[in-house]
C-alpha cells in the first residue's frame, strides 16, 4: 500500500516498536504462566500445596500481561491518533488548493465527510486493528509453539480442528469490504442530505415539504439499517464460528486425552493455552472489520489527493505586481494587461472567469497568467460574490488575511476609512462578534470590510469581482479612492462589476 500520508515518522516507528515488544513480552508471559499452570494442577492433582515458584509465576505472568495489555492499548490509539492528525493535513491541504471549480461540482457537505468517516476509519485500523494484527503476529505463533512443547498429539488435533474454522472464517471475510462500501454509501447519503437541509429547514417546512423530507429520511434508515445489519452479521459470524472452533478444538483435545492418557495437568495447560490463542484470533476478526472500512475510506482518499492542484503562491513582493494573461478559451484567444499599481477593467463574455484564473481560484486550461517578472503569484485579495469569513471576534474578520496581525488603531483606523464607522461604534467594538461568512452584516459593510482586510493583508493585486460592488455603486468611487490611498495594489474591475464612470485602462480581446 502507497501510504497516504508519511507514515514512518519518529512518533510512530517508536510507537510501531513499543507494541511489537509488547506482542513479543505478551508471548514470553503466555510460555511462563502455561507451564506454571501445568505445574499447578500436577500439585493439585497429587494433593500437594502449589510451591512459592509456582504462585510468583503465575502472578507475574498475569500482571506483566495485564500491563502488556494497557500499554499496548494505550500506544496504539496514539499511533492511531498520529496517523489521523497527519492525514488530516494532507486532506485539508489537497481541498484548499483544488480548482473553486471542482467544489461547486461537489455536493455542499460532501468533502467534510473526508474529516469524519474515513478519518475515524483511518483511526481505527491504525490505532487498533493494525497493533492487533501485530500482537498476534507474535503472540499466535508463541502460544502454538507452547502448546507443542506441552504435548505435541494435542497441539496437532487442536490446531487442525481450529484451522478449519480459521477456513469458514476466511470464507465469511471475503466479502466484508463490500458491505462496507454500501454501508458507507448510505451513511454518506444521509449525512450530505441533512448538511444541506438542516440550514434551510424552516423555509423547506413552510413549503409544506417536512412530512415529504421525513419520508425520504425514513426510506434512507431502513436502507442503512439493512446495511449496517448485513455488516454487524457478517462480523458476529466471524466471532461466532471462531467461538464454536474455540469449543470444538477444546472438546477434540479432551477427547484425545482420554484416548492417550494425557496427563491432567498438560491438559488443563493446554487448554488454557487454547483460550489465549483465542482472544488475538478474535481480535484479528475484529481488525479485519476494521481494515474493511479502511480500505474503503482509503480509495475514496487517493482518488481526492490524485486531484490537480492550483498551484496558489501567496507570497508578499512589496512592490506593484503587472499581470499579463494570454491564451485562448475555446477558440477565442484572450489578451489582457494590467499595468502595476494600475486600476484596470476585464471586459468580454469570458472576463469573471479569467478573473478567478488570477487569483488562482481555477486552473485554467490554455490560458497563462504571468505576475511581473514570473510566474509565481503574489499576495491577491479576492472580492467575490460573498464574504468569506469565520465567526469570531470584529478584529479576527478584518485581519483573516494579515500573517501578524496588526494593533488595534491600525485595524480601527483602516475600517473607518472604509466608512466603517458605525460598525466599530456598536458595542464591544473589535470585540464583538461577527457570525460566519458575515452573517448579520449588510452586504455593503461585508464588501467595505473585504477592502479592509485587502489593505491589512498588505494584498500586492486586489481583484473584484462581485455582485456587492454593484449594488454598491454610488460609493464605487470613494471606495476606490480609499483603497488608492492605503495600498499600492494593481486592482482588477471584472466586467459585469465596471462602473460606467471608470476609465477602462485595459480589456480583454
Not at 63 to 86: D, K, M, N
Not at 201 to 227: H, N, V, Y
Request: overall charge positive.
Amino acid at each position: 500500500m502507497t501510504p497516504l500520508t508519511e507514515l514512518a515518522t519518529k512518533d510512530r516507528i517508536i510507537d510501531a516498536v513499543l507494541l511489537t515488544l509488547c506482542g513479543v513480552v505478551q508471548a514470553i508471559a503466555l510460555a511462563f504462566a502455561a507451564f506454571a499452570t501445568r505445574d499447578a494442577f500436577a500439585a493439585l492433582h497429587a494433593g500437594q500445596a502449589l510451591t512459592l515458584r509456582t504462585v510468583l509465576q503465575l502472578a507475574m505472568s498475569g500482571t506483566v500481561a495485564a500491563a502488556c495489555l494497557f500499554f499496548l492499548r494505550y500506544r496504539a490509539e496514539a499511533l492511531g491518533q498520529s496517523y489521523a492528525i497527519s492525514l488530516r493535513r494532507t486532506l485539508y491541504r489537497q481541498i484548499a488548493r483544488l480548482p473553486k471549480s471542482r467544489h461547486e461540482k461537489r455536493r455542499v457537505g460532501a468533502l467534510s465527510l473526508r474529516f469524519v468517516g474515513d478519518l475515524s476509519a483511518a483511526r481505527l485500523w491504525f490505532g487498533r486493528g493494525l497493533p492487533d494484527v501485530l500482537s498476534a503476529a507474535f503472540v499466535i505463533p508463541g502460544a502454538v509453539s507452547i502448546l507443542y512443547f506441552l504435548d505435541p498429539v494435542l497441539a496437532i488435533y487442536g490446531l487442525t480442528s481450529l484451522s478449519c474454522a480459521l477456513l469458514v472464517m476466511g470464507l465469511l471475510a471475503w466479502h466484508l469490504a463490500r458491505r462496507h462500501q454500501k454501508l458507507r454509501r448510505n451513511r454518506s447519503n444521509i449525512a450530505i442530505s441533512m448538511i444541506e437541509r438542516i440550514t434551510i429547514a424552516p423555509e423547506l417546512d413552510l413549503m409544506g415539504r417536512t412530512e415529504r423530507e421525513l419520508r425520504k429520511l425514513d426510506k434512507q434508515g431502513a436502507s442503512l439499517r439493512r446495511d449496517a445489519l448485513a455488516r454487524r452479521g457478517r462480523t458476529a459470524s466471524l466471532q461466532a464460528v471462531l467461538q464454536l472452533g474455540v469449543a470444538l478444538t477444546g472438546l477434540l483435545m479432551l477427547w484425545q486425552a482420554s484416548r492417550n492418557d494425557i496427563a491432567p495437568a498438560t491438559v488443563a495447560a493446554s487448554l488454557s493455552v487454547l483460550a489465549l490463542i483465542a482472544l488475538p484470533l478474535q481480535n484479528l476478526a475484529s481488525a479485519w472489520d476494521h481494515y474493511c472500512a479502511w480500505s474503503v475510506a482509503r480509495e475514496k482518499i487517493k482518488k481526492l489527493l490524485s486531484e490537480p492542484q492550483v498551484n496558489r503562491g501567496g507570497t508578499k513582493q512589496g512592490e506593484p505586481i503587472a499581470i499579463k494573461v494570454i491564451g485562448e478559451i475555446g477558440r477565442t484567444p484572450v489578451t489582457f494587461v494590467a499595468a502595476p499599481g494600475s486600476t484596470s477593467t476585464l471586459t468580454g463574455k469570458h472576463a469573471k472567469y479569467i478573473a478567478m484564473c488570477i487569483v488562482g481560484l481555477d486552473d485554467c486550461e490554455g490560458i497563462d497568467v504571468c505576475y511581473g517578472t514570473n510566474r509565481h503569484a503574489p499576495k491577491i485579495a479576492f472580492v467575490g460574490d460573498e464574504h468569506i469569513g469565520l465567526q469570531g471576534s470584529l478584529r479576527r474578520s478584518a485581519t483573516l488575511m494579515c500573517r501578524k496581525r496588526p494593533n488595534d488603531p491600525r485595524v480601527s483606523e483602516v475600517m473607518q476609512t472604509f466608512g466603517l464607522s458605525e460598525l466599530l461604534a456598536a458595542p464591544n467594538g473589535l470585540d464583538q462578534r461577527v457570525a460566519e461568512n458575515g452573517n448579520g452584516l449588510s452586504p455593503e459593510q461585508t464588501l467595505r470590510l473585504d477592502l479592509v482586510r485587502a489593505v491589512l493583508g498588505k494584498a500586492d493585486i486586489v481583484v473584484i469581482a462581485s455582485i456587492r460592488w454593484v449594488s454598491c455603486q454610488h460609493h464605487q468611487t470613494e471606495l476606490l479612492k480609499a483603497l488608492r490611498k492605503l495600498s499600492l495594489a494593481t486592482i482588477v474591475l471584472a466586467e459585469d462589476v465596471v462602473s460606467p464612470n471608470l476609465n477602462q485602462n485595459s480589456k480583454v480581446v
